[in-house]
């Protein structure tokens, strides 16, 4: 099983490169733009959020299948997928909101903490 972490940058042909390059049975997708329609695939995102900038990707046709999805209060996606001989594989997205984690001008912790 082969899992990554891509930041599409609103790219639509990053999807490619993820799809044919790396070719991952799942991907934690940041800054997603539509799937394009002739990647095999399906985007996972929280239904309590307008904003699909964080998404998961699963690839259609592979050994796992989705089971089940739960949005979470804070944005965040949990995907369950399952393979018959094999015990459910839990996947969690969180939702990235504003100051970005790699803003490092910007502490989201308080200056007590």
Same mark, same amino acid.
């Given at each position: 099983?082969?899992?990554?972490?891509?930041?599409? %940058?609103?790219?639509?042909?990053?999807?490619? =490169?993820? $799809?044919?390059?790396? #070719?991952?049975?799942?991907?934690?997708?940041?800054?997603?733009?539509?799937?394009? %329609?002739?990647?095999?695939?399906?985007?996972? =995102?929280? $239904?309590?959020?307008? #904003?699909?900038?964080s998404v998961i990707y699963a690839k259609v046709g592979g050994a796992y299948r989705l089971r089940s999805t739960m949005a979470l209060t804070d944005g965040g996606i949990v995907a369950t997928f399952g393979n018959g001989s094999l015990d459910d594989i839990h996947l969690l997205c969180l939702l990235y909101t504003s100051p970005s984690p790699r803003d490092l001008s910007t502490s989201p912790m308080p200056s007590s903490a």
């Open positions: 099983m082969r899992v990554v972490s891509w930041n599409i %940058e609103k790219n639509v042909d990053a999807w490619y =490169h993820l $799809a044919d390059k790396l #070719d991952p049975d799942f991907a934690f997708i940041q800054n997603s733009v539509a799937l394009p %329609e002739d990647i095999d695939g399906i985007l996972i =995102h929280a $239904a309590n959020t307008a #904003d699909e900038n």
